[in-house]
């Protein structure tokens, strides 16, 4: 949903913390979308009697802004002031509180107002305790949790065209058609999008699009390195693979997550991805950390980038950068790239050298879209 820009836009949203012996770094960007759609929330040690807990959140709004927002700012409280939550039974409380959170929201003003327009967002989201990761995802957001460089759990994708959802879509009276609910919305399971929501005789998790999560639980372990919570910009064109080794390898250069996080998205960007981007990355104790040889390899890729860089504008007489990216591109002999991230993860590289040669040419980071 949402229209394009001509050229996106790549001002970032950063933010960090720490707490519990947890690092987290958040970035996002609004790209190639016409409006920025996606919140998140992000809080290491929750105080009081939960001053041992953390939780994060990331949400992918559509058809507007206001769910996803409304939802960043009380989907916390929504769970933990539920009984079940504050009686230890930690799912259940979960569960009420994302079902709670979507019948509140439907009885506000500002959402029923015009309900067929107030739209909805996909929601995923992380309870750490000192023992336990308690993961909760309801759309097409994603978490991902890294053990050894390599994911060792992900949550999935609520698509209209997985058997268990498109059964439900049908029980409720509607159809799947270009992989989308009734033709029109991309995810089957959401908070918001209550003209998807109305039949009566249906309850709150069987309607055409259901506000259930699905809950995961999963013990701490000593090799636990990171968890990533990101919404579909990112996911569409890194896998689970791609974003944990690129992470894993940005984690041996430097120990700065906003960095990463902020790599991460200039990285999709430049992979193709078209929608918002937004991306929470918090490690843990078992993270990897920066190494000399790790350190000094980067230098040297860097070096020999920006020197191949050099050559192809130099022997190709180059003035444009689209025709030296398609050039760089083109070669063999770059070894050493990130995995994962490729050379798109340094392009930064590339447009540095070519603006100190030509520092009155564009050099727009979007020009890979023509690639």
């Known amino acids: 949903m949402g229209g394009f820009l001509d050229k996106p836009k790549t001002a970032k949203h950063n933010d960090h913390g720490e707490g519990n012996k947890l690092l987290f770094g958040v970035s996002s960007m609004q790209g190639w979308r016409c409006e920025m759609e996606d919140a998140y929330y992000a809080r290491a040690r929750l105080g009081n009697s939960l001053d041992e807990w953390s939780f994060f959140a990331v949400f992918d709004g559509h058809a507007g802004c206001k769910v996803s927002e409304h939802c960043a700012n009380h989907l916390l409280d929504s769970i933990i002031s539920t009984d079940e939550f504050k009686n ?6 979960i569960r009420t509180g994302f079902l709670r959170i979507d019948e509140v929201m ?24 000192s023992t336990q990761v308690y993961i909760a995802n309801c759309g097409d957001s994603r978490a991902v949790l890294c053990r050894q460089g390599v994911p060792v759990f992900a949550t999935q994708d609520h698509k209209p065209i997985l058997p268990e959802e498109k059964e439900r879509i049908h029980n409720a009276g509607g159809s799947v058609m270009i992989k989308r609910v009734n033709g029109t919305l991309a995810v089957s399971r959401a908070l918001g999008d209550y003209d998807f929501k109305n039949v009566k005789e249906k309850g709150q998790c069987e309607q055409l699009v259901s506000p259930e999560p ?6 701490r372990q000593d090799t636990d390195e990171f968890l990533v919570l990101a919404c579909d910009g990112i996911w569409d064109v890194m896998s689970n693979e791609d974003v944990c080794s690129f992470i894993y390898s940005r984690l041996k250069v430097t120990t700065n997550l906003v960095n990463i996080a902020n790599q991460v998205v200039d990285t999709c960007l430049h992979k193709g991805s078209r929608d918002n981007m937004s991306i929470i990355i918090i490690a843990f104790p078992g993270a990897p950390k920066p190494t000399e040889e790790a350190i000094q390899a980067e230098r040297r890729l860097e070096k020999h980038i920006e020197k191949i860089t050099r050559e192809e504008i130099e022997s190709n007489n180059f003035t444009d950068y689209v025709d030296l990216l398609k050039s760089v591109q083109s070669r063999d002999d770059i070894e050493g790239l990130p995995p994962g991230g490729g050379l798109q993860s340094k392009y930064h590289v590339i447009e540095r050298t070519f603006k100190e040669l030509f520092p009155d040419r564009p050099c727009e980071l979007y020009a890979y879209d023509e690639l």
């Not at 230890?88 to 409380?93: A, L």
């Not at 699905?214 to 013990?219: A, G, H, K, P």
């Open 106 to 129: 439907r009885e506000l003003p500002e959402f029923t107002q015009e309900a067929e327009k107030c739209g909805g967002t996909t929601a995923v989201c992380a309870f750490i305790s």
């Open 214 to 219: 699905e809950i995961f639980c999963q013990s």
């Open 88 to 93: 230890g039974d930690h799912v259940k409380g």
